[in-house]
Every structure is written in structure tokens, then in C-alpha cells.
Nanobody, 126 residues
Framework: QVQLVESGGGLVQAGGSLRLSCAASGRTFLYAMGWFRQASGKERELVAAINYNGDSTYYRDSVKGRFTISRDNAKNTVYLQMNSLIPEDTAVYYC????????????????????WGQGTRVTVSS
């Protein structure tokens, strides 16, 4: 089972930017990845997903145009660049891995998750 470690969270003012990173263990990184978030008192929701080679992505409507998901397969790392942050983006952010080799973003959207990271907290102040 792949191990995932997130980093890059923190406190930022509204309008600011953060970049989250998720490093995966293992020899292969050819599976779909996703970023989820969970705000206090709310259910976990999918923020963005990327397929195994990076040529297909998904974003929830509320982050389109502000967040960008990307990956570097040579470094076994997926990123979430978050710009124009708003207080509603405050949450714990988790990365997740699809267990399917050469997986698609739809696998992540369906909740087909093999591994979760420990989470990194993002707080956006107004």
C-alpha cells in the first residue's frame, strides 16, 4: 500500500496563495491522485483530481480558476497550487491515491481510494 505524506499547509490571509505537496512512497506512481478537504463540521469533499500521467484533471466548481493540480511522476509527488484563497477554503486537506494502475480521475471521483495522507491544515483569515 502506498504511503502518502502531505506538506505545505499553513495560515494565509484571504487573497493569498499556498502550494500543497503530497509525496508518495513506492516504485510506481502511475495511478490517479486526488486532493480532498474537510472543514470543521462538514463532510470530506473532493477538491481536485488528476489522472496517472497528468493529461486529465477535475476540479470542483468552487475552486475552478483558483486551484491547479499537477504532478511530477519522476518525484512521485502531486501538487495543489491554491491562489486567491478565501476563508471558505479553510479545511484540512488530504491527498488520496487510486489503487488502479493507469487510473482515471473518475476513479477518484467515485471514491475509489486505496490510500490517504495524514492531512495538512489550511487556514485562510479574512
Amino acid at each position: 500500500q502506498v504511503q502518502l505524506v502531505e506538506s505545505g499547509g499553513g495560515l494565509v490571509q484571504a487573497g493569498g496563495s499556498l502550494r500543497l505537496s503530497c509525496a508518495a512512497s513506492g516504485r510506481t506512481f502511475l495511478y490517479a491522485m486526488g486532493w480532498f478537504r474537510q472543514a470543521s463540521g462538514k463532510e470530506r469533499e473532493l477538491v481536485a483530481a488528476i489522472n496517472y500521467n497528468g493529461d486529465s484533471t477535475y476540479y470542483r466548481d468552487s475552486v475552478k480558476g483558483r486551484f491547479t493540480i499537477s504532478r511530477d511522476n519522476a518525484k512521485n509527488t502531486v501538487y495543489l497550487q491554491m491562489n486567491s484563497l478565501i476563508p471558505e477554503d479553510t479545511a484540512v486537506y488530504y491527498c488520496a491515491a487510486d489503487p488502479t494502475l493507469y487510473g482515471s480521475v473518475s476513479n477518484i471521483a467515485r471514491g475509489q481510494i486505496a490510500s490517504w495522507g495524514q492531512g495538512t491544515r489550511v487556514t485562510v483569515s479574512s
